[in-house]
């Protein structure tokens, strides 16, 4: 049985920083693509980053800001979130998929955790 569980979400006012983190289990982790997304209330799911075995990629909006990173020692892969602002408000779910593919689709990842709720206030 493959698990996503993530943590480090919190209520913060604007232009401070949060890291979140997702630890992985039932699945080879090393061998994986790790991804991060986003739904606020009433919004689409969003791409944030991901982080295949090398490289990363991120969406426009998070860009200059957030930093993907994996530890595979640890099955962990983290979301470093600067000067955040409140449309970053949302639940951030961490997703997986078994192969090394550079992705941005909701749809090509199969595993997916609970999310971890980010709230920004101005």
């Known amino acids: 049985q493959v698990h996503l569980v993530e943590s480090g979400g919190a209520s913060v006012q604007a232009g401070n920083s949060l890291r979140l983190s997702c630890v992985v289990s039932g699945l080879r982790f090393s061998g994986s693509t790790l991804a991060w997304f986003r739904q606020g209330p009433g919004k689409e799911r969003e791409f944030v980053a991901t982080i295949p075995y090398s490289g990363t990629r991120y969406g426009d909006s998070v860009k200059d800001r957030f930093t993907i990173s994996r530890d595979n020692a640890k099955n962990t892969v983290f979301l470093q979130m600067n000067d955040l602002k409140p449309e970053d408000t949302a639940n951030y779910l961490c997703?997986?998929?078994?192969?090394?593919?550079?992705?941005?689709?909701?749809?090509?990842?199969?595993?997916w955790g609970r999310g971890t709720q980010v709230t920004v206030s101005s």
């Open positions: 997703a997986a998929r078994g192969d090394y593919t550079l992705s941005t689709r909701t749809g090509d990842y199969g595993f």
